[in-house]
């Protein structure tokens, strides 16, 4: 049963390199094949199973050789490694004994033989110019070198590799340098408890914060009518005093609902000075202070640093088609909501023709479009469909309203885009357009409204942070996600 002698030589050599096993492997199958194949004297149950039981062990055996041989073809192909050239491994080579440390035909010393050859076919590649690099490259902006230098210091690109580097998505903080002197305080009209409220906020601002308060002409005289100590509230006459008047107000205090902050913005044509808003009004997206506690949010305002809400406003400009050039167009319009287009009393669709950067997005036939800012997505733009976006996140939210489209969904875009919205010519009737629901303007066909960001936002102060008073108004505001708790039920899985 034992192998021929005469393989002793092959027998010696094979166990040199790690496969005497394998032999020994297959001979014993050979002899259990041979006991399985003599005939059984008589039938007996126990001989039964030990010829079963020697059957699996002959498979056993034999999957065993099959994989003594797979390594002996593996071991073959990393034999030619040892005359690579091993000059990063200087120290690993065959141990002095010259036999092998393995026992299946792979060795650690030919393994880093290997990888010392890899580095040196890398070398040689490179040395003879023909290993691929990455590609270098430089990121630009069309904004002049201080433009660029801005980018550069959000998007890194140096070694071929684009990151961001932290934005200033954190929040903002307004630290005042030198104590605030001028207030201006704005309020919602023809509401008693406003009315009430401003009086003493007035005569508080004076007494205890010795602030020059400016104050609408409208209101003014209702204070005069109250008592003759308004006298040191001041007022303007016309635009021209208030522009004066921009370049030196620090503060402006607004009482009533988001309204009235639409209207403290939209006086300020260029730089708003940050804006202290209370809730007076029905909905509070904007106006996250509480009446009732105006002496301690003020002086906390007032004392600094407060954390502010940067809301970014629309420009916008209207083009009438007698224009000779784009350059001639109306005085520009910012908006703090969203400007409509709207298809008015006539009963035909709107035919809108949007460009977005001079390329073709889209032909509106609906009611009519919502531009967007921000600030505005929960306004006029969440009842027709579009999303609710944190006010600090640039964008402008293209939100149709009832498009004959199944199709036709919002869409939010890049703040650094320019949209163009023309009637189009062959336009059945003209559309109106609206900026923060005033200055209602007619488009007739051929007319155009070009909207982007304007480069002055809105400071609105925050009672926490900008973050927890967006998601505070709208879970006040709108009650949103509010139901009921799931009720529990179910099985006991304790028991």
């Known amino acids: 049963m034992s192998p021929p002698q005469e393989n002793g030589n092959a027998t010696s050599s094979l166990h040199e390199n790690g496969s005497s096993d394998s032999l020994s492997l297959v001979y014993s199958e050979k002899a259990v094949q041979e006991i399985l194949e003599q005939p059984l004297q008589g039938i007996d149950e126990h001989l039964l199973e030990f010829s079963e039981a020697m059957r699996t062990v002959t498979k056993a055996l034999r999957r065993a050789a099959e994989g003594k041989a797979s390594a002996q073809a593996e071991a073959a192909e990393w034999k030619p490694m040892r005359v690579a050239d091993t000059a990063d491994f200087p120290e690993v080579g065959i141990p002095a004994n010259g036999h092998c440390c393995g026992k299946n035909g792979i060795c650690n010393h030919e393994i880093l033989q290997k990888v010392g050859a890899s580095r040196a076919t890398s070398k040689r590649e490179s040395a003879n110019g023909n290993i691929r690099r990455k590609a270098s490259f430089e990121l630009s902006w069309n904004e002049g070198e201080n433009g ?178 784009e350059f001639e167009t109306e005085e520009p319009i910012l908006v703090l909501n969203e400007v409509t287009i709207d298809r008015g009393i006539s009963s035909y669709l709107t035919n809108l023709e949007c460009y977005c950067d001079d390329t073709f997005v889209t032909c509106v036939q609906g009611d009519g479009l919502i531009l967007s800012t921000t600030s505005g997505s929960t306004a006029y733009s969440l009842a027709a469909g579009g999303s609710m976006v944190h006010p600090q996140v640039p964008g402008i939210l293209f939100t149709p309203i009832c498009p004959h489209s199944l199709s036709f969904r919002p869409l939010i875009l890049p703040e650094h885009v320019t949209m163009r919205v023309q009637v189009a010519s062959n336009s059945r009737g003209p559309a109106w357009v609206s900026f923060d629901g005033k200055d209602r303007k007619q488009l007739t066909p051929g007319d155009a409204l070009i909207c982007s960001i304007a480069p002055w936002p809105v400071p609105t102060a925050c009672q926490g942070d900008s973050t927890g008073d967006f998601l505070r108004s709208i879970h006040e505001g709108l009650h949103w996600n509010l139901r009921k708790t799931q009720s529990f039920d179910g099985p006991d899985f304790d028991n």
Not at 271 to 292: A, D, K, Q
């Open 148 to 325: 660029n230098q801005y980018k550069h210091d959000v998007v890194s690109f140096e070694r071929g590799n684009i990151s961001t580097t932290e934005r200033s998505s954190k929040q903002i903080f307004l630290k005042w340098v030198s104590r605030p002197q001028t207030v201006i305080v704005l309020t919602k009209p023809d509401s008693t408890s406003v009315r009430l409220l401003c009086s003493e906020l007035v005569r508080w601002l004076k007494e205890q914060k010795k602030l020059h308060i400016f104050v609408e002409p409208r209101v003014q005289s209702e204070l005069l009518d109250e008592s003759s100590y308004f006298s040191f509230v001041q007022t303007w006459e016309n635009d021209r005093e208030f522009m004066l008047l921009n370049t030196k107000v620090d503060l402006v205090v607004t009482l009533g609902g988001d309204g009235t902050v639409l209207w403290a913005a939209s006086l300020f044509k260029g730089p708003s000075p940050p804006i202290v808003p209370f809730s007076m009004g029905s909905l509070g997206f904007m106006t996250p202070f509480y009446s009732e506690h105006f002496k301690e949010s003020l002086d906390s305002v007032i004392q600094g640093p407060i954390s502010i809400t940067l809301r970014y406003r629309l420009q916008c400009h209207v083009i009438r088609e007698a224009a000779k050039h």
